[in-house]
């Protein structure tokens, strides 16, 4: 069972204090059999995976970032969905510490291989939907 598609831990600065031990051992404890992380970086990739496996938890790790459209941006999580969706998820990664975010070319190219999910609170879209302008939201979410 995954519990949450949102951890991020003490990797992603200034945002959390979980360390990945206590978060392995608490997924351990409430018997979950994944468990995801989404930090703001990959810095802690190969900590998480290696904290897992000896608790048989399938890690699931994703990437919170910042996607520039044209003439907006906006938070989305990614996840890979395949092996090569994860050599595209370190690539993004490389673009975001360069540049601060990632441009719409960069990840339509890598589409295929990975799943966004717009980053709740954090998006635009749900900006708009607590400011009652729901055609706004509507027209932001058919064009992702």
């Not at 069972?1 to 351990?28: G, H, N, T, W």
């Not at 970032?65 to 090569?84: A, G, Q, R």
Request: charged share 15%.
């Amino acid at each position: 069972m995954i519990r949450s598609i949102f951890i991020q831990s003490e990797y992603s600065l200034l945002k959390s204090l979980i360390k990945i031990p206590d978060l392995v051992k608490e997924a351990v404890y409430q018997k979950s059999s994944h468990l995801v992380l989404t930090d703001d970086n990959l810095g802690g990739l190969l900590e998480f995976i290696n904290h897992c496996q000896p608790f048989n938890l399938t890690p699931i790790v994703g990437l919170f970032t910042k996607i520039k459209f044209s003439n907006w941006e906006d938070f989305f999580i990614i996840i890979p969905k395949t092996p090569l969706g994860y050599q595209y998820l370190l690539e993004i990664n490389y673009q975001q510490n360069l540049q601060g975010f990632i441009s719409l070319n960069i990840v339509q190219t890598m589409s295929r291989e990975l799943l966004f999910i717009s980053a709740g609170l954090d998006s635009l879209a749900y900006q708009h939907l607590v400011h009652n302008n729901i055609g706004e939201a509507f027209k932001l979410m058919s064009y992702y």
